[in-house]
């Protein structure tokens, strides 16, 4: 598996044949192995030039563009390999057709759900106390066969999250880490920064996978495809959330390894600092690369792996090989 490689200072990738260094300040340089590297995740004030974007485009890398806030701003997407002329036209009409969108857009919401409710679940056997939560939970996941529009769906899981969101107070020992409600632009307190960095981060992971996949990114289904943005990492993502970044943020605040010296006020939000993203990023990572026993496949893959193989359940279901049917964790 590729690795992904973070740059928080400032300074120019450059390219020397066919090897990739970051040079910084200050002349220092660190080189990257460009056969071992998949993605580039880019915080600092970096320069780089159409020779080294025609490299990276050979070797089929990314590069992902986060401003000084941590918010994502956008990805240098290399030319696509893989595409296929037969599934993008099939991705193209199940969006287009409302009710085989409709259909697909369901199955994402009730992954999120059904995720959102294994990891209550997981904290509750714990002794927190979660059951109204859960209870409440699984009455919007039952009621997902009854929405008959994207916009339904779409407030369906808007009002869970609500929920789930606010489950958090309880599930957070660490006292100043109160949640009020969801603050995104910008976020007002430490957890809402903590919940838009890592889902940037997931948002990103899953437009990686795309990548090296057959499916086109712009062409999401819960999410509506429009001229501004990708949306199927969106729909991706909603499913890997709950049980990859909430994960690390219940981790690292509860054993006390994000403080209040993490945290920058500018611009009348709080957002992580470039300490606080490398300590988030360490955490993100070590979740990534874990492993699960994968019943189908009878062996342990990675959540990471995990993620591309949701993508490619997607493309089956799109090509009538077999009916798309979400990621579930089991813990």
Request: aromatic share 14%.
């Amino acid at each position: 598996m590729k690795k992904s490689i973070y740059i928080f200072s400032s300074g120019e990738i450059k390219r020397k044949q066919n090897t990739i260094f970051f040079e910084g300040d200050k002349g220092k340089r660190k080189y990257i192995p460009i056969e071992n590297t998949g993605e580039f995740l880019i915080f600092g004030e970096v320069s780089l030039n159409k020779k080294i974007l025609e490299f990276f485009t050979q070797n089929e890398i990314i590069l992902h563009f986060f401003n000084r806030y941590g918010y994502y701003v956008g990805s240098y997407y290399p030319r696509e390999h893989y595409n296929s002329g037969a599934v993008i036209l099939k991705q193209t009409e199940y969006y287009i057709d409302p009710s085989k969108r409709l259909e697909l857009a369901s199955k994402f919401v009730k992954g999120a759900i059904q995720n959102m409710i294994k990891v209550l679940q997981y904290y509750n056997s714990r002794g927190v106390d979660l059951k109204e939560e859960i209870g409440r939970l699984e009455n919007f996941l039952s009621s997902i066969p009854a929405q008959k529009n994207i916009d339904s769906l779409m407030a369906i899981e808007g009002n869970s999250k609500g929920i789930y969101y606010r489950s958090f107070n309880k599930i957070i020992t660490s006292e100043g880490w109160e949640y009020g409600r969801r603050e995104r632009r910008p976020p007002g307190d430490r957890l809402n920064a903590l919940i838009s960095f890592g889902n940037s981060l997931v948002y990103t992971y899953c437009l990686s996978e795309i990548y090296k996949t057959h499916l086109d990114p712009r062409i999401g289904f819960l999410h509506t495809a429009n001229f501004r943005r990708f949306s199927l990492n969106l729909d991706v993502a909603e499913i890997f959330k709950p049980i990859l970044s909430d994960r690390v943020i219940f981790s690292l605040v509860n054993k006390g390894m994000l403080k209040e010296k993490h945290f920058l006020k500018e611009l009348g939000g709080l957002y992580l600092n470039d300490e606080g993203r490398k300590i988030f990023i360490e955490e993100m990572e070590k979740k990534l690369n874990a492993t699960i026993s994968h019943r189908k496949l009878r062996r342990n893959v990675s959540y990471r792996t995990l993620i591309r193989m949701e993508i490619y359940k997607v493309e089956k279901h799109l090509l009538g090989e077999e009916e798309y049917e979400p990621f579930v964790a089991r813990w």
